[in-house]
């Protein structure tokens, strides 16, 4: 209420109302494989948004009338859950969750390879435990941890982040505050050579603040990719071990 009624000052002696640098992403935080029953999964925490992603698939597509003959199609439901923002909300698919899957699933689709498993499907399931703003990138960034998991065969991992502008500054990763009273937020999502895959915006921004913020969502998406390939390469490594160490012990047995 209070940021209704007075002209809130974004940022203050070159902070943010949260600390942070106009350029710093949100702390985060990603794991793997952390639900048993899903073919991949991943969990990720981007400053207070707390998301789920799980994979099943490549598998038999049901109703059978959607099944591609040359491809998999690859289906992605964005929910959030009601007690993820501070009031309640009324459980079950609404507008925005239908735009926020079909945007979740044209991010991720251009680097999955779906022509190795024709005939199938890969479904992905976005759940939104916590909400602060990003959910939607955080979200992409935990189903291209679960795709990999899952084993999916991609093109490279997506990385998603928002650039916005608040107080006049363009900034890195806004969060509920500067979302909802800033001037714009643009969420994008790249692929690790540069390739743009998702690009929204809310607000307005100038020409040249356009660009700015897009070199700042792409530095954010390249720091978040080093986080996303390092978990993954850990949690491999790690499996890789311990599968070494059950040979060894069968072979002393
Ligand atoms: P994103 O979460 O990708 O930034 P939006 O810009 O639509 O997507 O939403 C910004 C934030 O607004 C959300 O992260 C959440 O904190 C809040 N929000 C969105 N929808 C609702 C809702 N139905 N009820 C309460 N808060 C919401």
């Not at 106009?22 to 494989?33: A, C, H, Y």
């Not at 692929?191 to 530095?219: C, N, R, V, W, Y």
């Amino acid at each position: 209420m209070i940021f209704m009624e007075e002209k809130i000052s974004f940022i203050k002696d070159g902070l943010r109302l949260d600390g942070r640098r106009p350029d710093e992403l949100r702390p985060i935080k990603i794991e793997v494989g952390v639900l048993a029953r899903a073919d991949g999964s991943c969990y990720v925490e981007m400053g207070k948004n707390r998301v789920i992603a799980a994979v099943y698939g490549p598998r038999e597509v049901h109703p059978r009338h959607l099944q591609e003959v040359t491809r998999a199609i690859v289906r992605y439901r964005y929910n959030m859950a009601s007690f993820s923002v501070e009031e309640r909300r009324r459980p079950g698919p609404d507008r925005r969750s239908y735009e926020l899957s079909k945007v979740g699933r044209e991010a991720l689709e251009p680097v999955i390879l779906t022509s190795y498993y024709p005939r199938s499907v890969i479904d992905v399931f976005v759940e939104i435990l916590q909400a602060d703003a990003g959910t939607r990138t955080a979200g992409i960034n935990a189903a291209s941890v679960a795709l990999a998991d899952a084993g999916i065969p991609m093109r490279g991992l997506i990385s998603s982040c928002a650039a916005g502008k608040v107080g006049g500054e363009i900034v890195l990763d806004p969060m509920k505050e500067e979302d909802n009273f800033g001037d714009a937020d643009m969420p994008i999502a790249m692929t690790p050579s540069g390739e743009i895959t998702l690009l929204q915006m809310d607000g307005g921004l100038t020409i040249d603040e356009f660009h700015e913020a897009m070199e700042l969502a792409k530095s954010g998406c390249r720091q978040i990719y080093e986080v996303q390939r390092k978990v993954l390469i850990e949690r491999y490594s790690q499996l890789e071990g311990e599968r070494g160490e059950q040979a060894e012990v069968t072979a002393c047995d």
